[in-house]
């Protein structure tokens, strides 16, 4: 089921919860990390490059939201031992975790699968699926110590329908709804614990400019234009949905 959500946020909607972002130094994960804190989330900002981190912090904190967290981790090359840390941190600062967006993505590249090159289809795939599972797996004690937890993954329109030449990407984000939806399954009988993916569509994104590079980016609807159906997906309003496909806008024309 893939459905878009109109949904209009009220301003504690997030108060006293935790959310992890991944990616959160640029992009849609830089915009839902300001956006959850300014609803009232404490943030925990993840991605490969600290400064960019700091600067997102520093945004944070100058707009009043609650003090985040900042935790520097490249899933490219993350170890299990880090992950690990990662949750014995959570752990110690703050008991549980209310909320999980793993945002973090690397496009690879667009060309036909017979020129595919493997180290980068490998890269893809560990910074697309390997690591955010291997993740997920060490923080669920957290997100059930939460009474109402939401995991988000991001996925991809070429991750529910194949296009030529989209390569490892589009088999990552297959591999994300897939991985959703076997979690989702397993957690519903006996956790609060909600799992869906969201395909934020047509963004104004470093990476989207990679992929479309002669598309006009004034287009194209902002980060920060999309993140009421991230906003619904880590609020209460979404409890009892778990296993579903989303959308962060509609379908363009």
């Known amino acids: 089921m893939e459905c878009h959500i109109d949904f209009h946020p009220p301003a504690n909607l997030l108060e006293g919860r935790v959310i992890l972002v991944t990616g959160a130094g640029a ?3 830089r915009a839902a990390a300001r956006s959850f804190a300014e609803h009232g989330a404490t943030v925990v900002l993840v991605g490969r490059t600290l400064a960019k981190l700091e600067a997102v912090y520093d945004e944070i904190e100058t707009a009043g939201g609650p003090q985040p967290a900042i935790f520097p981790l490249n899933f490219e090359g993350a170890t299990l031992k880090e992950y690990r840390d990662l ?9 549980r975790l209310d909320g999980l967006l793993h945002n973090a993505g690397l496009l690879g590249e667009l060309t036909p699968f017979a020129h595919y090159d493997l180290e980068l289809w490998e890269r893809v795939m560990q910074v697309n699926v390997t690591g955010p599972a291997w993740m997920t797996q060490t923080l669920l004690p957290l997100l059930e110590a939460s009474r109402d937890a939401s995991v988000v993954l991001t996925s991809s329109s070429v991750g529910r329908k194949g296009r030529a030449r989209w390569g490892a990407y589009s088999v990552s984000k297959f591999a994300t709804e897939g991985f959703m939806q076997v979690l989702a399954e397993e957690l519903e009988p006996t956790t609060s614990v909600r799992v869906n993916t969201l ?3 047509a963004t104004r994104t470093a990476m989207r400019q990679r992929a479309y590079p002669d598309e006009d980016p004034a287009t194209l609807r902002t980060p920060l234009d999309i993140m009421p159906t991230y906003l619904w997906l880590m609020g209460p309003a979404s409890r009892g949905r778990t296993g579903q496909a989303f959308d962060a806008q509609p379908p363009r024309a």
């Open 27 to 29: 992009g849609i994960g």
């Open 87 to 95: 949750a014995d941190t959570l752990e110690r600062e703050f008991g």
């Open 199 to 201: 395909n934020p569509g």
